[in-house]
């Protein structure tokens, strides 16, 4: 998402690429929900304020702050900032929930944010942030928040399945992203696009309502429920390095700590895998 979203910048705002492509997914999102579940799926019932707050967190918030950000900095910051919401969301499960979690599994979340930090500085720490700027990497790294507070939404709608929480959290999320864009227009900070500038990155929309939204969106949900909070989070460490390998593809060339950084993640990952599957 990150290294197609940061060249899509160039053709059109963060802002109506970020409305389009959950109008698009939200859309699929409905349509699935209606023919899987029924019309009776979209009924809140007691949790419509949660589902509003959530969705305006995790949809509105991190869409909002990390699409703008990447205005700003590089898709390699904000794929390594992305690998910091293991971290936080561990604090936030032990600080809300007093939910420790187990030794061995904060371990690998610290081997895994090594081998983050190996991949993206070459072992020179120095290097992290070159060729961006600190208000981008804040601006994504709120976003990365938001998007931790809407990871513990699973817990808040027991009984319901990962469609019907992600379609009517996506929908306030959605309605959220909506107004965020009416309002930067009305004030000047962006332009209405033109159909020339929507129809040049056509295909980047329908890759990132398809995939990142229907697909991630959905598919993350569907972790959090089946394998937790933090064990889910803790996949989120292959983001950075997967931006990485597709920046390389483009002409980037690997180095020996890169690839020693990549190794780490994914033995980390596969280490708490095993544990997880052995205490259960």
């Not at 990952?269 to 544990?275: G, I, P, R, V």
Request: charged share 10%; glycine share 12%; proline share 3%.
């Amino acid at each position: 998402m990150f290294p197609i979203a940061k060249r899509s910048l160039a053709m059109i705002d963060s802002f109506s690429l970020g409305t389009l492509r959950y109008v698009i997914g939200l859309a699929i999102f409905a349509c699935l929900l209606w023919a899987i579940e029924g019309r009776q799926a979209f009924r809140y019932g007691t949790r419509l304020w949660p589902a509003i707050g959530f969705g305006l967190v995790g949809i509105t918030g991190f869409n909002t702050l990390v699409w703008y950000g990447l205005n700003f900095t590089r898709p390699e910051h904000a794929g390594i900032l992305m690998a910091l919401q293991t971290p936080l969301t561990a604090l936030v499960l032990w600080l809300a929930y007093r939910q420790r979690p187990a030794t061995f599994t904060l371990g690998c979340v610290g081997v895994a944010i090594v081998g983050v930090v190996l991949v993206v500085t070459k072992g020179d720490l120095s290097r992290a942030f070159e060729g961006g700027s600190l208000l981008g990497d804040i601006l994504v790294l709120l976003g990365a928040i938001c998007w931790v507070i809407y990871t513990l939404a699973a817990g808040r709608f027991t009984g319901w399945s990962a469609l019907r929480m992600t379609t009517l959290t996506c929908i306030p999320g959605g309605l959220g992203l909506l107004t965020a864009n009416a309002v930067a227009v009305s004030v000047g900070f962006v332009e209405v696009p033109s159909a020339e500038a929507i129809l040049s990155v056509w295909w980047q929309i329908l890759y990132f309502a398809a995939g990142s939204v229907v697909l991630g969106v959905l598919g993350f949900n569907a972790a959090v429920k089946h394998m937790g909070a933090l064990n889910t989070m803790l996949m989120v460490n292959l983001v950075p390095v997967g931006v990485f390998a597709i920046e390389a593809a483009l002409g980037r060339r690997y180095e020996a700590v890169e690839l020693a950084g990549a190794a780490l993640v994914i033995g980390a990952l596969a280490a708490n895998n095993f544990y997880l599957r052995r205490t259960a």
